[in-house]
């Protein structure tokens, strides 16, 4: 090695620490605020997940997974997770097929309307979930809008039970979470070069087969992306179970809530992680499975 090739390969190195350490001065305090907010709270939860709670409201410091066993074995709050893994897996393939096809539009189109297209799409999310709730009651209550107009026109003699079911509850997180899906698409199908797919359909691949074996696998991390952040969301969904499946609907985030209201704090706090672990898992295991079955 010349005294040149050295004196280069010494240059390099100093230059990538340098940017290293740019980088590190820039995101480092960003990091450490997130990550205080984040771990500290966190290990204080944790810490009284692991306590006793006594019926007379008090609360032991004797460290112990009785909470987790109490969650694991009792058929209630099993089945309460269960509904909510349930919803937020139809909540999130309706997105990814609904949203998927209206991505695609958006990202191909040259009309001079497509700023406001993607308006559009964005507009819902300057209201609030609670607000978005209010109006599928509106439209799907006993005296809401869809009954009338199916009862005034002789299709139903008596109102549809439509409010307080899984089915409504769908519906309105699937209103809330579709345009994160559709904005995060659509940022990746947009960086896809049209003439792969004039090449695809030059070298005689169908329509059909062109998107499932050029577009489909190029635009993997937009949907691994936005359906991780659909699921996650609908995990966690709050106001929208409450307000549309009723006191009845019991998914996991009023669980914890209510556990709270109640003072039981260990066990909200071992339900809430027993949420974020579950939450944590799957969207792990479902990115990893996709990567793989496309990688190949």
């Not at 050295?6 to 240059?11: H, I």
Request: with cysteine.
């Amino acid at each position: 090695m010349t005294v040149e090739n050295v004196l280069d390969s010494n240059k390099v190195r100093k230059k990538s620490r340098s940017q290293t350490f740019s980088v590190s001065i820039l995101i480092g305090p960003a990091t450490l605020i997130v990550l205080a907010g984040l771990l500290i709270p966190g290990l204080i939860l944790f810490r009284y997940s692991l306590e006793h709670y006594s019926p007379n409201g008090l609360i032991d410091a004797v460290l112990s997974g009785e909470n987790y066993i109490k969650f694991i074995a009792d058929p209630y709050y099993r089945t309460v997770l269960f509904r909510t893994l349930r919803v937020a897996l139809w909540c999130t393939i309706a997105c990814l097929i609904v949203g998927f096809p209206l991505a695609f539009v958006l990202a191909r189109t040259r009309s001079r309307f497509k700023n406001l297209l993607i308006l559009l799409i964005v507009l819902p999310l300057f209201v609030g979930n609670a607000v978005r709730a209010a109006g599928w009651m509106t439209l799907l209550g006993n005296k809401g809008m869809l009954n009338s107009i199916l009862m005034s026109l002789g299709v139903i003699v008596q109102p549809l039970e439509m409010m307080y079911s899984e089915g409504a509850v769908v519906a309105g997180l699937i209103s809330i979470n579709l345009p994160f899906m559709v904005l995060t698409l659509q940022s990746v199908l947009e960086s896809i070069d049209r003439s792969i797919d004039e090449a695809a359909l030059s070298l005689g691949a169908g329509p059909w087969k062109t998107f499932w074996r050029v577009i489909w696998p190029l635009s993997l991390p937009g949907i691994v992306t936005g359906t991780i952040m659909v699921f996650i969301m609908a995990m966690n969904a709050y106001a929208t179970p409450v307000l549309l499946g009723g006191p009845q609907f019991k998914t996991m985030a009023p669980l914890v809530y209510d556990q709270f209201q109640l003072g039981n704090w260990p066990f909200g706090a071992a339900a809430s992680f027993i949420l974020m672990a579950t939450t944590m898992v799957l969207t792990a295991l479902a990115s990893y499975w996709l990567q793989r079955r496309y990688r190949q």
